[in-house]
């Protein structure tokens, strides 16, 4: 079975950094996308930052700048390194990821998973 399990949130001042880790386990035979979400109280789920199997990237308006996605594609593992944080970008942060899995015949089937969440907290 497909897991994503986040690492590497916490409360931080403004101005600190932080980096999210998002780990990839199960029987997967090719990783599309990797996003980071991002949903604060009250507020919808939001698409942070996005990276592609060829290393493209993406990012919301917001975090330009500040916030960069990577990837490990031998370790299934998708970053994101925030800087310059401030209080807005308090959330539970979530990886998605687009990938092709066995079903439970063996045949490949393409579908995305999400982690459980990681809460960042950034003091004012």
């Known amino acids: 079975q497909v897991q994503l399990v986040e690492s590497g949130g916490g409360l931080v001042q403004a101005g600190g950094s932080l980096r999210l880790s998002c780990a990839a386990s199960?029987?997967?035979?090719?990783?599309?996308?990797m996003d980071w979400y991002r949903q604060a109280p009250g507020k919808q789920r939001e698409l942070v930052a996005s990276t592609t199997s060829g290393g493209s990237t993406n990012y919301a308006d917001s975090v330009k700048g500040r916030f960069t996605i990577s990837r490990d594609n031998a370790k299934r593992t998708a970053y994101l390194q925030m800087n310059s944080l401030k209080a807005e970008d308090t959330a539970v942060y979530y990886c998605?990821?687009?990938?092709?899995?066995?079903?439970?015949?063996?045949?490949?089937?393409?579908?995305?998973?999400w982690g459980q969440g990681t809460q960042v907290t950034v003091s004012s």
């Open positions: 199960g029987i997967i035979f090719r990783v599309f996308t």
């Open positions: 998605n990821g687009d990938f092709l899995v066995g079903d439970r015949n063996g045949y490949p089937l393409r579908r995305d998973y």
